[in-house]
C-alpha cells in the first residue's frame, strides 16, 4: 500500500511559478511509475505529466510540455512538478498517482494505482 500526499498549490499570477510535491509512503517508491494528472471544475480529469521509476524518462501532455518539469528524488520518496510561466487554464486540482511496475508510457488515469488527494492550484489573470 502506498500513501501519496500532496502540497505547494496555491494562488498564483498568470506567469508566475509553482512547484508541487507528492511525498510517498512505503518502502518500494522507487520502483513506482509516477504522474501528475489535474481536474478542472465541470471538466474530466486530465493527465499532466508522468516519470519514469528511475526518472531517466519524463512526458508530458502538449498544453505543458516546455513550461512544466516532472521530476522525482527516490531517496526521499517525493516527486515534484515544476509548473512555470502559469495560465488561467491551468488552474485545477492537482493529483499525484502512482503505478506498481512496468516500462511504457501511462497517461490513463486507469493506469495508476494510488493517488493522493489533490491540491488547488488557482492562476488569476
Known amino acids: 500500500q502506498v500513501q501519496l500526499v500532496e502540497s505547494g498549490g496555491g494562488l498564483v499570477q498568470a506567469g508566475g511559478s509553482l512547484r508541487l510535491s507528492c511525498a510517498a509512503s512505503g518502502r518500494t517508491f522507487s520502483s513506482y511509475v509516477m504522474g501528475w494528472f489535474r481536474q478542472a471544475p465541470g471538466k474530466e480529469r486530465e493527465f499532466v505529466a508522468g516519470?519514469?521509476?528511475?526518472?531517466?524518462?519524463?512526458y508530458y501532455e502538449d498544453s505543458v510540455s516546455g513550461r512544466f518539469t516532472i521530476s522525482r528524488e527516490n531517496a526521499k520518496n517525493t516527486v515534484y512538478l515544476q509548473m512555470n510561466s502559469l495560465k488561467p487554464e491551468d488552474t485545477a486540482v492537482y493529483y499525484c498517482?502512482?503505478?506498481?511496475?512496468?516500462?511504457?508510457?501511462?497517461?490513463?488515469?486507469?493506469?495508476?494505482?494510488?493517488w493522493g488527494q489533490g491540491t488547488q492550484v488557482t492562476v488569476s489573470s
Open positions: 516519470i519514469t521509476w528511475s526518472g531517466g524518462t519524463t
Open positions: 498517482a502512482a503505478r506498481s511496475g512496468g516500462r511504457g508510457y501511462y497517461t490513463s488515469g486507469r493506469s495508476y494505482d494510488y
